[in-house]
């Protein structure tokens, strides 16, 4: 738990508590998903309940308990157990495939998928295999992991940008997060790193963590050609799941975000949300009226430009 001050509007202060997070953007930019109270199993509620029974009764100096992201359901149920406002402060859809579902059912998962996007991966595939075989190769030390990781590096600024809230690459703490990460977990099967070859040449880098037989995407690399017929996060993604899917998993999870090659590849399985649960404070409830007041109108000059 973490306490500090944050200002909004250039006069709102308010004192904040932080579950696993700093409150400094370029610390926090780790993008910890699920996140939420470490419980042992089974007894999540329990300990969420009294967590957060213990900081309403017994910590008075607070005005927000800020947390997430986490899943939409669990926050109502924070929400309710406190008896305080949730203020949202940002969500987003998650995406995944069932590999348990496919296995049951005898699917391969390309026959899952719509006509138009199996017919994207199938032609990038062929495209591809004219350079040389496509296959998914991966690491055999923890140095080479690391260096898949930094060949993603490049492709991910390309992509995402090389500001603040862009490519966590352009960030010194998260790449340094992550090296460490990638050290300590190799050995032990919580991280996996996966090259997309067609024949000598690699065309996708996946970083993804691993957790109880639950594959979850962090983030890829991918190469960027001229061809827009040649989809390599398609294909990667695809080769990924059918991989994972054969070896065992029990899900391939997209994480927090509504691109659209999320919502092609898996099914939509819950809202994630990052909250923050307010004291009535009156400061808080006035920023709540001006920002629905704003909300309100804009929608209405939206319409009305519409018209």
């Keep these: 738990m973490v306490e500090t001050d944050e200002r909004r509007h250039g006069v709102l202060k308010s004192r904040c508590l932080r579950l696993h997070q700093t409150g400094h953007k370029l610390l926090d930019q780790i993008w910890i998903e699920y996140n939420g109270f470490l419980a042992e199993r089974g007894k999540e509620d329990a300990v969420a309940e009294a967590c957060l029974e213990h900081l309403c009764r017994n910590m008075q100096g607070w ?48 026959d899952t998928l719509s006509r138009n996007t199996r017919y994207q991966i199938n032609r990038a595939h062929r495209l591809y295999s004219e350079r040389g075989e496509v296959t998914l190769v991966r690491p055999d030390s923890a140095a080479e992991a690391l260096e898949v990781f930094e060949r993603i590096g490049p492709r991910h600024l ?80 695809s080769l990924c799941i059918e991989d994972y899917r054969h070896h065992g998993f029990h899900y391939y999870d997209f994480m927090g975000g509504d691109e659209r090659y999320k919502s092609n590849l ?22 709540d009226v001006a920002r629905r007041a704003r909300k309100r109108w804009l929608g209405e000059a939206s319409a009305s430009n519409e018209r």
């Design 266 to 287: 898996g099914h939509f399985h819950r809202n994630l949300v990052q909250i923050a649960l307010q004291r009535p404070r009156f400061k808080l409830k006035l920023e």
């Design 158 to 237: 390309e992509r995402w940008g090389n500001g603040l809230d862009q490519s966590g690459f352009a960030n010194p703490d998260f790449v340094r997060f992550h090296r460490e990460l990638i050290r300590e977990q190799w050995a032990e099967g919580g991280v996996d790193l996966i090259s997309v070859m067609a024949g000598d040449e690699e065309i996708a880098c996946f970083y993804n963590l691993l957790h109880n037989q639950v594959v979850y995407f962090y983030l890829g690399g991918m190469a960027v050609d001229t061809d827009n017929r040649l989809k390599p996060g398609l294909l990667g993604h």
């Design 63 to 110: 005005d927000e308990f800020i947390l997430g992201a986490i899943d939409a359901e669990e926050a109502d149920s924070y929400a309710k157990i406190t008896g305080l406002y949730k203020h949202l402060r940002w969500e987003a859809p998650c995406f995944g495939v069932d590999l348990d579902s496919l296995r049951r059912n005898g699917e391969q998962y390309l």
